[in-house]
Every structure is written in structure tokens, then in C-alpha cells.
């Protein structure tokens, strides 16, 4: 296996809103503020949804969007989250039990609160602040920080992006009360329980896909597969995670979110509707772009294959599809429609308001920019994803019967 010092990616470009002039900046910065005031990160009768206002106002901030729809987005997507007067636990977190209670979504409020406090006695180093608690031996809390579907990496990337520490201290909020059961697989070595070895994580989707160790755990798709995945194929999951060869992991992650493109294409239906769950495939996969060149070197190839490993079960949870090269992408026809055009597709038609929608097209520019690529594909995919798009798929029977640790 590879070392960390391998693992080379340039940084992204970020912005500091605060010292940017102009009024969508002041627009953006002044959402996400009042976002941070007043809106808890978790929602739902069970805390298990999630807040997505930066990833969304970021997403439209960066593909144009003018104020009044900066605005309109927030205001529609505020109707939907959970106030921090809701009758949430705002206090009782402390740097003597913090730990303790992570995993309890009931803390979602306490925990904000806390770094949020924590912050304020490092005002002018927040990356630092988030360094110290996701990267704390012997436990890290970077490892099963992808809990929740990738939301608190989603959340730390758009931090990241926006130079914005409240953003940070919400993401931390976020790692700690989804953190991931997988951690467990990463604290400490794992044995190798892998019977082949191959540097193509293309090769070994092919064979989970024909793997019958995962045929009749579920017949619909959907995110409580995943515990039961766990519950009944954990041997069979771990024995493919652990097959995956990284001599070269920046080229080789890469391949995996190229894959979460490809898969993320190819799974709209004849109703026009694209697998959700796949989608995050490809969210995260950029949030890790963006954010792998920051985090200490001697995590990085740790990141990647705890990223590895949640493409793997999301992939089986969603029914184990076919795994091509993305469809009829490559025979659509430009006539002339670049980035611009996507962008502005993007503000114009009927899902503009939609948060996932402008988190797909952000991952397929950023696809094209870090492949240096010349032939126009990833511009083929949004151009193919924003004409057939109407709608998400994928959910089965919905999280109503998702048990929440209290």
C-alpha cells in the first residue's frame, strides 16, 4: 500500500467572504450566518435529516445565482429545518465528555454550542480547532466522520470553501452525532480478509455486483440497507474493502469518484429520476477533493479508504447496479451549450431550488477541472443530467423504521 506522503493533491481555490465587496457575497455571508443562529444542523421527528442551506447557497453562490434567489432559497429551505428553540439540547457539552455522547443526535444543538465556544477562545484559528478534535489519537473522530451519508464532510468542505468557521464548528457538530459504526475498522489495524488484490475499484464493484453473498438481504433500495448489510454481509463487505490496492491514491481516488459519476448518470429511471443516495456518492467524493489537501498527511490514505468503504455499502444498499461508462453521456450533443449554459439551466428550470441538484452539477465541473479534462464529458453529464432530470428515486420504504441511538 501506498505511503501518505504519496498522496499529493493541489489545493482548491477558496473565497473569504467577508472581504469580498460585492452584494452576493455580503448576501451569502449574512445567510449563513443567520443559518448558524437560528437553525439546528439535524432535523426530523428522529434528528435524522439534515441541514443543508451552506452546501446549497454556496452551490447556487458559485454557479451565479443573483440575491433575490440567494434569498428565496434560504427562505424556502428555513421552512423546513429545526429551530434551535425547538426544544433541543443547547448546553451539557464539555471537553471532559465530549466523547462520551458522541453518536447521540438529541445533543445535535450542545454540540454546536460547544465548538462554537471553543472557537471563540481561538478566534483566529479555526482550522487549527478543527484539526485538534478530528485528528485526536487514539480514536480520531475523522474516522466514521462520514456518518450520516457524508454530510459533516460536505459540511467541512463548503467551510473550507467559504473560509468560514461557523460552517466548521456545524460540521463538527454533525461528525460527532453521526459519526459512522465503520470507525471501528479504522481506530486500529483490521485483519486483511481479502481473497484477491486488484488497484481497480471498477473491477471489484463488478464483482460486488455478482457477489450472491448480497443477493436476498433486501429486494428495495435504501438507507436502512445498510445497517442490514452489516448486520448480514459484513464478512463478504470487509473481504472486497480490503482488496482494494492503493499504490497510487491520488490517481486511484480519482477512479472512485469518476465511478460515483458514472453510477450516479446511469441510474436515472424511465421517469427521469436519479438515485439520491448514489448522488452523495459524488458530493462527497468532492468534498474530499476539496478538503484532502488540508488534512495532515498521515490521514489522508486512512480518508480515502473510509471513503472506499462508503461507496461500497451505499452501492450495495442501492440494489448492487450495473456499473458501465456512463451511459449515452458520451453521444450527447453540445450544439454549442458550455458551462454557461449549465449555469444558467441550472437558475431557469424547475429544480433550481434543488440543494443536491446544484451540489451534482458543482462535482461535475470540479471532475472536469481536476481530470485536466479535453473532451467535454463531464460537460456532456450536466448537460445529460439537467435535461433528464425530474426528480430523485432510490428511498424504498423511507427511514421510518431507522433506530436512533439515545
Given at each position: 500500500?501506498a505511503?501518505?506522503q504519496?498522496f499529493?493533491?493541489?489545493p482548491?481555490?477558496?473565497?473569504?467572504?467577508?472581504s469580498?465587496?460585492?452584494?452576493r457575497?455580503k448576501?451569502?455571508?449574512?445567510?449563513?450566518q443567520?443559518?448558524?443562529?437560528?437553525?439546528?444542523?439535524?432535523?426530523?421527528?428522529k434528528?435524522i435529516?439534515h441541514?443543508?442551506?451552506p452546501?446549497?447557497?454556496?452551490?447556487?453562490y458559485?454557479l451565479?445565482y443573483?440575491?433575490?434567489?440567494?434569498?428565496?432559497?434560504?427562505?424556502?429551505?428555513?421552512?423546513?429545518l429545526?429551530?434551535?428553540?425547538?426544544g433541543?439540547?443547547r448546553?451539557?457539552i464539555?471537553?471532559?465528555n465530549?466523547?462520551q455522547l458522541?453518536g447521540?443526535?438529541?445533543y445535535?444543538?450542545?454540540y454546536?454550542?460547544?465548538?462554537?465556544?471553543?472557537l471563540a477562545?481561538?478566534?483566529n484559528?479555526?482550522?487549527?480547532?478543527?484539526n485538534?478534535?478530528?485528528?485526536?489519537?487514539?480514536?480520531p473522530?475523522?474516522?466514521?466522520?462520514?456518518g450520516?451519508?457524508?454530510?459533516a464532510?460536505?459540511?467541512?468542505?463548503?467551510?473550507?470553501?467559504?473560509s468560514?468557521?461557523?460552517?466548521?464548528?456545524?460540521?463538527?457538530s454533525?461528525?460527532?452525532?453521526d459519526?459512522?459504526?465503520i470507525?471501528?475498522y479504522?481506530?486500529?489495524?483490521?485483519?486483511?480478509t481479502s481473497?484477491?488484490?486488484t488497484?481497480?475499484?471498477?473491477?471489484?464493484?463488478?464483482?460486488?455486483?455478482?457477489?450472491?453473498?448480497f443477493?436476498?438481504?433486501?429486494?428495495?433500495?435504501?438507507?436502512?440497507?445498510?445497517?442490514t448489510?452489516?448486520?448480514?454481509?459484513?464478512?463478504a463487505?470487509l473481504?472486497?474493502?480490503?482488496?482494494?490496492?492503493?499504490?497510487?491514491?491520488?490517481?486511484?481516488?480519482?477512479?472512485?469518484?469518476?465511478?460515483a459519476?458514472?453510477?450516479?448518470?446511469?441510474?436515472?429511471?424511465?421517469?427521469?429520476?436519479?438515485d439520491?443516495?448514489l448522488a452523495?456518492?459524488?458530493?462527497v467524493?468532492?468534498?474530499?477533493?476539496?478538503?484532502?489537501p488540508?488534512?495532515?498527511?498521515?490521514?489522508?490514505?486512512?480518508?480515502?479508504?473510509?471513503?472506499?468503504?462508503f461507496?461500497l455499502y451505499?452501492?450495495?444498499?442501492?440494489?448492487?447496479?450495473?456499473?458501465?461508462?456512463g451511459?449515452?453521456?458520451?453521444?450527447v450533443?453540445?450544439?454549442?451549450?458550455?458551462?454557461?449554459?449549465?449555469?444558467?439551466?441550472?437558475?431557469?428550470?424547475?429544480?433550481?431550488?434543488d440543494?443536491?441538484?446544484?451540489?451534482?452539477?458543482?462535482?461535475?465541473?470540479?471532475?472536469?477541472e481536476w481530470?485536466?479534462?479535453?473532451d467535454?464529458?463531464c460537460?456532456?453529464?450536466?448537460?445529460s443530467f439537467?435535461?433528464?432530470?425530474?426528480?430523485w428515486?432510490?428511498?424504498?420504504?423511507?427511514?421510518?423504521?431507522?433506530?436512533?441511538?439515545e
Open positions: 500500500m505511503s501518505n504519496d499529493i493533491l493541489p482548491v481555490s477558496s473565497f473569504d467572504l467577508q469580498l465587496p460585492d452584494e457575497s448576501t451569502l455571508y449574512t445567510l449563513l443567520r443559518n448558524h443562529q437560528n437553525h439546528a444542523v439535524l432535523s426530523g421527528p434528528l435529516f441541514n443543508h442551506m452546501h446549497m447557497l454556496g452551490s447556487a458559485l451565479g443573483p440575491c433575490d434567489k440567494l434569498i428565496e432559497m434560504y427562505q424556502n429551505e428555513s421552512s423546513q429545526k429551530s434551535l428553540n425547538d433541543l439540547i448546553t451539557g464539555t471537553k471532559d465530549w466523547r458522541l447521540k443526535k438529541k445535535t444543538a450542545a454546536t454550542t460547544f465548538f462554537d465556544q471553543e477562545n481561538t478566534p484559528d479555526w482550522k487549527t480547532l478543527v485538534e478534535y478530528l485528528f485526536i489519537p487514539p480514536q473522530l475523522i474516522n466514521g466522520f462520514i450520516g451519508l457524508g454530510h464532510v460536505i459540511h467541512l468542505a463548503y467551510a473550507y470553501e467559504f468560514n468557521p461557523q460552517i466548521a464548528t456545524e460540521a463538527l454533525l461528525g460527532c452525532t459519526r459512522d459504526p470507525h471501528h479504522l481506530d486500529s489495524p483490521y485483519p486483511d481473497t484477491y488484490k488497484t481497480s475499484a471498477k473491477e471489484i464493484l463488478h464483482r460486488v455486483h455478482t457477489d450472491t453473498r443477493s436476498n438481504l433486501f429486494s428495495v433500495p435504501g438507507f436502512i440497507n445498510i445497517a448489510t452489516f448486520a448480514h454481509a459484513e464478512h463487505l473481504e472486497h474493502w480490503n482488496a482494494w490496492d492503493i499504490v497510487n491514491p491520488a490517481e486511484q481516488f480519482r477512479d472512485v469518484v469518476d465511478l459519476e458514472f453510477l450516479l448518470i446511469e441510474s436515472r429511471n424511465g421517469e427521469g429520476e436519479y439520491f443516495f452523495h456518492l459524488l458530493t467524493g468532492h468534498a474530499l477533493r476539496v478538503l484532502l488540508s488534512f495532515p498527511w498521515e490521514y489522508r490514505v486512512g480518508v480515502l479508504r473510509q471513503f472506499w468503504l461507496v451505499v452501492y450495495v444498499a442501492q440494489l448492487r447496479p450495473g456499473v458501465g461508462d451511459g449515452d453521456v458520451g453521444g450533443e453540445l450544439r454549442g451549450r458550455d458551462w454557461g449554459w449549465v449555469y444558467g439551466r441550472c437558475l431557469e428550470g424547475e429544480f433550481w431550488g440543494a443536491h441538484v446544484v451540489k451534482v452539477v458543482r462535482a461535475f465541473r470540479m471532475l472536469e481530470k485536466n479534462e479535453k467535454g464529458w460537460l456532456r453529464a450536466a448537460v439537467l435535461e433528464g432530470f425530474r426528480g428515486t432510490g428511498f424504498g420504504v423511507g427511514v421510518e423504521s431507522v433506530e436512533v441511538e
